[in-house]
């Protein structure tokens, strides 16, 4: 039986010196490092005073610049977080469109670093748009780009039972990622991310996710 290889990474907020940072865990046993690309406090306003929809004009740089590192630890030690910001499928149409082209943003800067996963929070089951998002993403830029997709892990199995499906979908998490990979479709680049509580669910919940 082939044995099985368990990565262990070390998950950052923003850092102000990715090289130190990455010598740092490495040092500490960590394989890879997951950190914002963006700075979360850096958010974008990509519609303008008129309401149009489109970039806005700026002079300072999206980022850190790529050359602080060879491209192959970019590779091989990063994974990348979207801005926790960012709410593709938001009922405000402003904040909707101004979350889109961030993403798109991000999304592409990633795959100029050739970093090989994308990780991001679900943290409802109004997923329609991110699903689309992602899906014309992988289908412009051809790579072998993943997706992860940090889920709670909740023991809320006891408040969906005889629910409506619109509360379900704001209730359980198991909801909220199973609807999302239908509507994505391409299971190979879609991955779970749990995010462990401090203690856990029922068995019943437990199995939906092993199942």
Known sequence: MARKVVSCGRDLGSVSNLPETLESAGHDGFDFVSLFLVNPRYKRDHINSQGCHSFANRSEPLTRNDLIMPSGEWMSLIVAKMSPWIQVDSENDDVRINSEKALMEELVLAAHLNVPVVMMSLK??????????????????????A???????????KTVVGLSLQESL?????????????????????????????????SSVLDRWFG
């Open 147 to 157: 997706f992860w997709i940090q889920v709670p892990l909740v023991d809320q199995f």
């Open 170 to 202: 704001r209730e359980d998490p198991w909801e909220w990622w199973n609807r999302l990979r239908t509507l994505f479709g391409n299971e190979r680049k879609l991955c779970v991310a749990l995010v462990l509580t401090e203690s856990l669910p029922s």
């Open 124 to 145: 409802n089951g109004y997923c329609v748009n991110l699903a689309r998002c992602l899906s014309s993403h992988g289908g412009k830029m051809k790579s072998n780009q």
